[in-house]
């Protein structure tokens, strides 16, 4: 499914836990690294679609994350060509996805990888909130960076807001505003 200027609807996903740190998956037999995400499917929503990629690549369900906040429009990646498969050559120009920031309420050993019989990822850590890029491919890395950035105000605001009302990261979450 691309829309008139060929990009596909995707939704990305930025997981983190109570030490504000973000979930980083190792692409399976790659040395690359990302965050989880993928494709909207049609009828989909972009939150139902997050919620299943999250199943599919992290094994978490809704009731292990608190969602935080997402990004207002759409941030547009292009694939280099030589990545493009042939057939869609001259109509696929990359991805177009919607971002979520959501925090980890359950515990890390509810993290499986193997929630589906195609798994993305064969290997995950925690890493700071400002990661460093480097080990994402490189035609993904501006809009990780807009992203991170987009998101970060949602990261602080339920941090400031769980300190005030003296409960645990993530709880205060459940009553943030969306978006």
């Known amino acids: 499914m691309l829309d ?3 990009y596909r609807p995707n939704v990305g996903i930025i997981l983190c836990n109570a030490k504000n740190e973000v979930f980083w998956g190792k692409r399976i037999r790659e040395h690359s690294w990302q965050f989880p995400q993928g494709g909207i499917k049609r009828g989909e929503t972009p939150e139902q679609a997050m919620y299943r990629e999250l199943h599919e690549e992290v094994g978490l369900r809704p009731e292990h994350v ?8 759409w941030l547009r990646y292009d694939v280099p060509i030589h990545w493009v498969k042939r057939e869609w050559r001259g109509s696929y120009r990359g991805q177009k996805q919607i971002w979520f920031l959501l925090r980890l309420v359950g515990r890390d050993s509810d993290v499986s990888l193997r929630a ?7 290997a995950w850590r925690w890493n700071n909130y400002w990661v460093s890029l480097d080990a994402v491919i490189e ?3 501006e809009v990780y960076q807009q992203a991170l950035n987009e998101l970060a105000r949602f990261l602080d605001a339920d941090h400031r807001r769980s300190r005030r009302e003296g409960i645990p990261c993530g709880r205060a979450a459940e009553t943030l505003p969306k978006g």
């Open 4 to 6: 008139r200027e060929g």
């Open 66 to 73: 608190a969602i935080l906040g997402r990004t207002k429009d």
């Open 116 to 122: 589906c019989d195609h798994p993305e990822f064969d």
């Open 139 to 141: 035609f993904k890395r």
